[in-house]
């Protein structure tokens, strides 16, 4: 006799976890049209950790074969070329969502007491993602990633002190070969993907922990709730749209794939990537020896502010109107950037 699915359920434990996760009761305004940004860059995450575990069934990391294991993928494996664009399309929507989510957090005041370490992890993820997209560039072995691993490499190497170390350790050496490429891959798929989940993970702990914030105009009563599985399912729907939307996307568009990498010909000069454009407007206006201005003192002066933000304003008031002042700052902030990356797109794409 064939046993029920009530039972296969027990069998396998599943029939708890569902039952832990409808007593838990959460914010019913965490996922919604008018917030869901959050629930859509961990959908995103999702594809992105999906794609690349089929990418690596068929990937080499060695110069030569990486490019063609890649060019047999796109071009003999099925649905390969949509795989691959699904996660070149999935990266980049990421960094629009999560910039978005962050600018949600600023104008809400979502980061003061007491969800200072929900912030600080929030922004750990956002840094964490231009690690992925270089290592993730030079895989292909194609030109364009090659080269602009060496100017990424020369950049690296400007900074003082640390430079030289950093770039010998990402390298194996004075040239970025098969010892390169190896260490790309690992940090790539392997250390990268688990600080990334630890960070994540961390972030839902300590936003379990300390709640949504509030909205702005709330008068005190109790907000509604609904249960972790409807959010869980409302969350699987999204994943599921996403999903779609991201593969007619690779479809329509299919990711970039140029020549194979020749290490000999330097006069190959790379396009920067539209999230790198304003460091590369920096370096270009910062050069000799202030080019570690432009490559390391600002970036990391932006890094370190946004990190700590929550006790740059300790303000118990949320109300945007009386932040107006660091509002306008950090508005003035993304205009600069938005600024250097529109003449750095118009030197190199104009």
């Not at 895989?139 to 900074?159: A, E, F, H, M, N």
Request: hydrophobic letters at 50%; proline letters at 6%.
């Amino acid at each position: 006799m064939a046993p029920s699915q009530n039972n296969i359920w027990q069998d396998t434990g599943l029939d708890r976890i569902f039952q832990a996760l409808g007593d838990i009761n959460l914010r019913a305004d965490g996922l919604t049209f008018s917030r869901f940004s959050g629930s859509l860059a961990l959908a995103l995450i999702t594809i992105l950790f999906t794609t690349g575990v089929f990418m690596t069934l068929y990937y080499t990391p060695a110069p030569g074969t990486a490019y063609d294991s890649l060019d047999y993928a796109i071009y003999k494996l099925p649905f390969g070329e949509m795989i691959r664009g699904m996660h070149h399309w999935a990266w980049n929507l990421l960094l629009v969502v999560l910039l978005v989510h962050m600018a949600r957090g600023i104008w809400v005041a979502a980061y003061k007491a007491p969800r200072q370490w929900v912030w600080v992890s929030g922004a750990l993820v956002f840094l964490l993602l231009p690690a992925f997209m270089i290592t993730g560039d030079l895989l292909p072995w194609d030109q364009k990633g090659y080269w602009s691993t060496q100017v990424r490499i020369s950049i690296i190497q400007s900074v003082p002190l640390v430079g030289d170390f950093i770039a010998q350790l990402l390298q194996g050496g004075p040239r970025t070969g098969i010892v390169a490429l190896n260490r790309f891959y690992i940090l790539h798929i392997l250390f990268l993907p688990l600080m990334l989940s630890a960070l994540v993970a961390f972030h839902l702990y300590v936003l379990y922990q300390k709640g949504l914030s509030e909205p702005l105009k709330h008068d005190g009563s109790p907000l509604p709730h609904r249960s972790a599985l409807d959010i869980l399912n409302r969350w699987l729907v999204l994943l599921g749209i996403t999903t779609i939307l991201l593969g007619l996307a690779a479809w329509q568009w299919p990711a970039s794939f140029g020549d194979p990498a020749d290490p000999t010909d330097s006069t190959f000069v790379p396009k920067p990537e539209w999230w790198v454009l304003f460091l590369n407007q920096l370096v270009a206006i910062f050069r000799g020896p202030a080019t570690v201005v432009g490559s390391a003192v600002i970036p990391g002066l932006l890094a370190t502010g946004l990190v700590i933000l929550p006790w740059l304003d300790r303000e118990t008031y949320r109300s945007p109107a009386k932040r107006r002042t660091l509002l306008v700052c950090i508005a003035g902030v993304g205009f600069l950037l938005l600024a250097l990356s529109a003449l750095s797109f118009m030197e190199h794409y104009g």
